[in-house]
């Protein structure tokens, strides 16, 4: 035994004495292996990273801005990448100026630092039901009173947001193909959303992590495009440039982003110089309007295998989401059956999904999961979701043989 094996832990925080790990983080450790077909992960593709694109970008930082490269930054960002950042949202949605973006380390550490900057313990922030579990993760940590938006099967309902949400801190959603569900909110309820936050006082946070991955059709402007004056909006690099970057970015009112750039200075000074030029350079180059079209047809591709696959493998009773971009479908079984129970079983049989109740604020519905497709090839996509089928099946013939 080490001494450090010995060794006393450190005193905790309260935010640490409240954090766990999770049970279901622990099963997908198992789902890593290679002879696991896994549905599990929100990884973008291998496929998708643009390695001679980014390669040749990195030479040519290297060679015509070495020594910036290789040195420390401003908080809030390069002004190369800011601006390219604020050409391309400008291209895509609406004017931004540069001033109005703020650089961080993946858009992960935007949501812990919005959770810092802007809430309190008992502090009620608003969440889509369900929701991404690693924004929860964030916000958990500030011990706030989460708030559920009603949704349905076209996502959070902004006709039954009442006086409850008046003052509330703000409101987190990815309105485009949302994770988990993978469902994108139509621009009438967008529109709505923004006119209710003006009413009852509150923000919004808007985390756009998968706009650019949409397959025939793209989605409907971001939110802030309506109500500019309190959204901030969350972009990232991972899943159109590189995940291993740690590169992301929010837009926003530059009042709102000054609490962040403080809080981020105490966290790490900045995001890694380096990768914001090799990003600024990939932008200027116009690779995203070169690199994307190949993404988006693998995405799709994939989506429809999954899709094929479960209209042929599912029983009846079961149902599913049939999203038009992004990298998530969200099935939904017979109330009877807990897929945080059949997990266990789905990996002995060499097969991992995310357990829908990973993704909920207060009270979890047990009879979800999710399925991401994309890193998947559609040999195995089929042959896994036969496997989950199967075990569905199993269920349902044990309850009605009762």
Request: charge should be negative; charged fraction near 25%.
């Amino acid at each position: 035994m080490s001494e450090f094996e010995l060794s006393a832990t450190p005193p905790k925080s309260v935010r640490t004495r409240g954090s766990q790990r999770s049970i279901i983080r622990e099963l997908l450790k198992l789902a890593s292996k290679p002879d696991v077909i896994s549905f599990a992960g929100g990884l973008p593709s291998p496929k998708s990273f643009p390695v001679e694109a980014i390669e040749k970008a990195t030479d040519w930082v290297l060679e015509h801005h070495g020594a910036q490269a290789l040195q420390y930054s401003s908080t809030e960002g390069e002004p190369a990448l800011r601006k390219a950042i604020a050409e391309r949202e400008t291209e895509l949605s609406a004017p931004v100026e540069a001033d109005n973006i703020q650089i961080v380390s993946g858009s992960q550490q935007a949501l812990d630092l919005i959770g810092s900057a802007y809430v309190d313990e008992g502090s009620v922030i608003a969440v889509e039901n369900p929701t991404y579990l690693g924004a929860l993760s964030a916000f958990k940590l500030q011990r706030p009173t989460f708030l559920t938006i009603p949704t349905d099967e076209y996502g959070l309902n902004p006709d039954k947001i009442g006086p409850e949400f008046r003052g509330i801190r703000f409101a987190y959603v990815i309105p485009t193909f949302q994770n988990p569900t993978g469902i994108t909110l139509s621009e009438e309820r967008r529109k709505k959303l923004a006119e209710k936050a003006r009413e009852y006082d509150f923000w919004i946070i808007e985390d756009n992590p998968y706009g650019e991955l949409w397959y025939d059709h793209q989605p409907p402007k971001p939110i802030r495009c309506y109500a500019p004056e309190r959204t901030l909006t969350l972009g990232t690099f991972s899943k159109v440039l590189s995940p291993g970057f740690r590169l992301g970015y929010v837009v926003g009112p530059k009042a709102a982003l000054d609490p962040l750039v403080v809080l981020k200075q105490a966290v790490d000074l900045h995001t890694s110089t380096f990768t914001q030029l090799i990003s600024a350079r990939c932008l200027d180059t116009g690779l995203m309007n070169a690199h994307m079209p190949a993404v988006r047809e693998l995405y799709k591709t994939q989506c429809s295998c999954m899709l094929e696959a479960l209209e042929k493998y599912f029983p009846q009773g079961t149902s599913w989401t049939k999203p038009d971009g992004g990298m998530f479908i969200w099935v939904t079984l017979p109330e009877y059956i807990n897929t945080d129970e059949m997990m266990k079983e789905a990996l002995d049989r060499k097969v991992a999904y995310v357990p829908g109740s990973a993704f909920y604020a207060n009270e979890p519905e047990l009879n979800k999961m999710r399925l991401s497709f994309v890193t998947v090839p559609p040999e195995k996509i089929d042959a896994g979701i036969k496997i989950l089928a199967q075990l569905v099946k199993e269920r349902i013939d044990a309850r009605e043989a009762k």
